[in-house]
């Protein structure tokens, strides 16, 4: 054997040896969002997160989390995982926002026990909305008559073709407020004493750029996965965890996930839609 056949083998042995900072993305809705669209969801996400955790010689796991929000339930899913994997493997979790980390997203990042973000990420929407539509007029002038049956007096709460309810409306302002404490309680649980500045304007569902949300506590700095990782371990080598791509994408290419996305951020179509009156994270 040559001497640079040796020098490479030890290479390649040096490398399977190094430290390793697993890192994941987390990219998209959250939550069941239909057939060909790729939505986040505990169960989409589990065995990324596990190869990640399970990385040999590893020092932290790093996820990448570019999200607009979506369903409360899965989000909280999402985040407990995390934070399951990373007591039973004992290590850190570092989350950086990229162009959006909004309500279930930012709620995801929460599992980290650091998150930092570019100069130009927005971050935070920590609220819960819901929205429909009212069709009574409509269907009064096309002539059309409603007919709706049901056993249970709530079991129609909301409905689109009936006139809006007053005790309806306040029981899902109810339901919105306790999920909305909910989230507040998850974030304070999570930032802690880092966390600056009024409660009403920390939780009024506004958005942030990454300074500004660092001044506020709600990341711990500003700055990008490759300089930051460099900086608190040095001597680790960064090894991307992919996640299996849903089969369109695979057939069409990237730009099928990609366009999906930014058609839910301009739009602000998130249409990951709990049952119960069509709450979400907002």
């Not at 996400?45 to 999200?67: D, Q, Y």
């Not at 930092?116 to 002038?141: E, N």
Request: with cysteine; proline share 2%; aromatic share 6%.
């Amino acid at each position: 054997m040559t001497a640079a056949a040796i020098k490479r083998i030890a290479k390649k042995l040096g490398r399977a040896r190094a430290e390793k900072v697993a890192v994941v993305r987390l990219d998209g809705v959250i939550g069941h969002v239909g057939p060909g669209r790729a939505g986040l969801t505990t169960t989409s996400v589990e065995s990324v997160l596990k190869r990640a955790f399970e990385t040999e010689h590893l020092r932290a796991v790093v996820i990448v989390v570019n999200s607009p929000g979506g369903s409360p339930t899965q989000s909280e899913y999402i985040a407990e995982r995390i934070r399951q994997l990373a007591s039973e493997k004992g290590v850190r979790v570092l989350a950086f926002c990229e162009d959006v980390v909004a309500s279930g997203g930012y709620w995801i990042a929460c599992a980290a026990d650091e998150i930092y973000a570019a100069h130009t990420s927005l971050v935070g929407s920590i609220g819960v909305v819901s929205s429909g539509f009212g069709f009574t007029d409509v269907i009064a002038r096309l002539g059309v008559e409603r007919r709706l049956y049901s056993a249970g007096e709530n079991k129609v709460r909301l409905d689109s073709f009936s006139p809006v309810n007053a005790d309806d409306v306040a029981w899902l302002e109810g339901l919105q407020g306790q999920l909305h404490e909910t989230f507040i309680r998850w974030v304070r649980q999570r930032r802690g004493k880092r966390l600056e500045g009024d409660d009403a304007a920390l939780f009024s569902g506004d958005v942030w750029i990454g300074e500004k949300a660092a001044a506020l506590g709600l990341v711990d700095g500003v700055g990008v996965m490759r300089s930051v990782v460099a900086e608190h371990y040095p001597d680790a080598e960064i090894v991307t965890v992919d996640a299996p791509k849903p089969l369109l994408t695979r057939l069409l290419g990237d730009q099928v996930h990609a366009s999906v996305l930014a058609e839910d951020l301009i739009g602000g179509a998130v249409r990951a839609l709990d049952r119960a009156g069509g709450v979400r994270f907002r």
